[in-house]
């Protein structure tokens, strides 16, 4: 097992009826702006069940909605300009993980004096914490189970044609509130969607290269497992709770650290799937599918001995030589995408050999030339997986 230093402070609230509990989770003297996207929160009702909680104290509450999916900086900067006029001294992110990650975002750039007029610095870190003191606390109702950003401090903000990461041990919520039932309004594609993030953030932490990091492995199975067994349940039934409560615990728990603790990480097919994203909007999940299979055919070699392990211990494939297993756990993954409908080939998208170029472009100018556990995931191992998966 590989040494690690394991931080998560974030409380989780879960289960039906949870919401009652946010009158007890934010300070009762603060002054709190309420986040929120597109408008599904004030259709389903989820909204004014928050106001209604929070305004059990007498608190100054105020809000912001209009975070888009993928969200922009300029967005999140219009939030910024609220919360210095209006002092707020708390933020509750209500929503998908976009609306968390812009939030975080709005955390980092009001506290920092510092930035101000060049909050655009806080974006250029990549995968070092950004260098600040002080983040506005934050706690999030999830509606959207995918990213895990309920439970991390990661945000990844968009600005122009750049999708960027950006984090801070600061940006943990101090809570989030996982209620299921509070998902169940989600459109079934977007529950696809947040099957298929989860499974491949496991995937991510897993199929790397062993280093008898024996629970890491169980666990990261384990989830897989749940997901496989949950996933078509949960997006043909959405208001079956055992199933989407499921989904909800499986998604948190791929990515808040713990699975990823004392192992490898690869992350390759997220910086593929991000540009994919960023340049013709492809909904996140959407882009992982389309790189995943093109990804672990490409590199059966370096993953080897956790391709079989994944085989044999997700899937149960036990028969056949190490190719014939390998190439069957690619093809059970890619069928259990597409079984919840989602595609994992570029075409799908109207993505073609041009598109490809322009994400090998994207690539090298974000610097994206060493990626997976191994660095060696060159441009031109990229260009492979692209053309496959054309
Ligand atoms: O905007 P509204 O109107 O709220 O609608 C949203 C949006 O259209 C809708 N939605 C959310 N909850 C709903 C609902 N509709 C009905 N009922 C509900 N209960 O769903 C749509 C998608 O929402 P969004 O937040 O964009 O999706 P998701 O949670 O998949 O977040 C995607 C973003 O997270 C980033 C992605 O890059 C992308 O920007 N990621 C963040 C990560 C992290 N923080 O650790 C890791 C991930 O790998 C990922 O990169
Ligand atoms: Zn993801």
Same mark, same amino acid.
């Given at each position: 097992m590989l040494n690690f230093n394991f931080y998560n402070p974030t409380q989780i609230v879960f289960g039906q009826g949870q919401l009652s509990q946010l009158d007890s989770l934010v300070p009762k003297n603060a002054k709190v702006l309420i986040t929120y996207g597109g408008g599904s929160v004030v259709r389903n009702g989820v909204l004014a069940q928050v106001k209604a909680e929070l305004a059990k104290s007498a608190r100054s509450v105020s809000e912001f909605g209009g975070i888009e999916s993928n969200p922009k900086f300029a967005t999140a900067m219009q939030a910024v300009e609220r919360v210095r006029a209006e002092q707020i001294d708390f933020l509750l992110a209500v929503g998908g993980g976009s609306v968390m990650d812009a939030t975080k975002f709005i955390a980092l750039a009001a506290a920092n004096a510092d930035y101000q007029g060049q909050e655009e610095q806080l974006l250029i870190h990549g995968f070092n914490p950004v260098p600040v003191n002080n983040a506005i606390a934050l706690g999030t109702v999830a +509606? /959207?189970?995918? +990213?895990?950003s309920e439970m991390n401090c990661f945000a990844v903000i968009s600005r122009g044609e750049d999708k960027l990461p950006v984090y801070s041990p600061l940006t943990f919520p101090k809570f989030s509130i996982l209620d299921p039932e509070l998902t169940y309004t989600l459109p079934a594609i977007q529950v696809a969607n947040g099957v298929v993030d989860a499974f491949v953030h496991v995937v991510e932490q897993y199929v790397t290269y062993p280093t008898g990091a024996h629970f890491q492995d169980r666990t990261a199975e384990g989830i897989l497992q749940t997901l496989l067994e949950i996933g078509k349940t949960t997006v043909d039934e959405p208001s079956n709770y055992a199933a989407r409560s499921n989904l909800v615990w499986s998604a948190t728990m791929a990515l808040n650290g713990l699975i990823g603790s004392g192992v490898p990480h690869d992350w390759s097919v997220h910086m593929l799937g991000h540009e994919l994203t960023a340049l013709f909007g492809v909904d996140h999940a959407q882009s992982l599918a389309v790189v995943l299979p093109s990804m672990w055919r490409v590199r059966r070699e370096p993953k080897r001995e956790k391709l079989l392990q994944y085989a044999e211990r997700v899937w149960g494939i036990t028969e056949g030589g190490d190719e014939a297993r390998i190439d069957a756990a690619i093809a059970n993954t890619e069928a259990f995408f597409n079984s919840l409908g989602i595609a994992t080939r570029l075409s799908a998208h109207g993505i073609d050999q041009q598109g490809v170029e322009r994400v090998l472009q994207a690539l090298e100018k974000h610097g994206m030339?060493? /990626?997976?556990e191994r660095g060696d995931v060159t441009l031109e191992v990229s260009r492979q997986v692209l053309e496959m998966a054309l």
């Amino acid at each position: 097992m590989l040494n690690f230093n394991f931080y998560n402070p974030t409380q989780i609230v879960f289960g039906q009826g949870q919401l009652s509990q946010l009158d007890s989770l934010v300070p009762k003297n603060a002054k709190v702006l309420i986040t929120y996207g597109g408008g599904s929160v004030v259709r389903n009702g989820v909204l004014a069940q928050v106001k209604a909680e929070l305004a059990k104290s007498a608190r100054s509450v105020s809000e912001f909605g209009g975070i888009e999916s993928n969200p922009k900086f300029a967005t999140a900067m219009q939030a910024v300009e609220r919360v210095r006029a209006e002092q707020i001294d708390f933020l509750l992110a209500v929503g998908g993980g976009s609306v968390m990650d812009a939030t975080k975002f709005i955390a980092l750039a009001a506290a920092n004096a510092d930035y101000q007029g060049q909050e655009e610095q806080l974006l250029i870190h990549g995968f070092n914490p950004v260098p600040v003191n002080n983040a506005i606390a934050l706690g999030t109702v999830a +509606t /959207l189970p995918a +990213t895990g950003s309920e439970m991390n401090c990661f945000a990844v903000i968009s600005r122009g044609e750049d999708k960027l990461p950006v984090y801070s041990p600061l940006t943990f919520p101090k809570f989030s509130i996982l209620d299921p039932e509070l998902t169940y309004t989600l459109p079934a594609i977007q529950v696809a969607n947040g099957v298929v993030d989860a499974f491949v953030h496991v995937v991510e932490q897993y199929v790397t290269y062993p280093t008898g990091a024996h629970f890491q492995d169980r666990t990261a199975e384990g989830i897989l497992q749940t997901l496989l067994e949950i996933g078509k349940t949960t997006v043909d039934e959405p208001s079956n709770y055992a199933a989407r409560s499921n989904l909800v615990w499986s998604a948190t728990m791929a990515l808040n650290g713990l699975i990823g603790s004392g192992v490898p990480h690869d992350w390759s097919v997220h910086m593929l799937g991000h540009e994919l994203t960023a340049l013709f909007g492809v909904d996140h999940a959407q882009s992982l599918a389309v790189v995943l299979p093109s990804m672990w055919r490409v590199r059966r070699e370096p993953k080897r001995e956790k391709l079989l392990q994944y085989a044999e211990r997700v899937w149960g494939i036990t028969e056949g030589g190490d190719e014939a297993r390998i190439d069957a756990a690619i093809a059970n993954t890619e069928a259990f995408f597409n079984s919840l409908g989602i595609a994992t080939r570029l075409s799908a998208h109207g993505i073609d050999q041009q598109g490809v170029e322009r994400v090998l472009q994207a690539l090298e100018k974000h610097g994206m030339v060493a /990626l997976s556990e191994r660095g060696d995931v060159t441009l031109e191992v990229s260009r492979q997986v692209l053309e496959m998966a054309l």
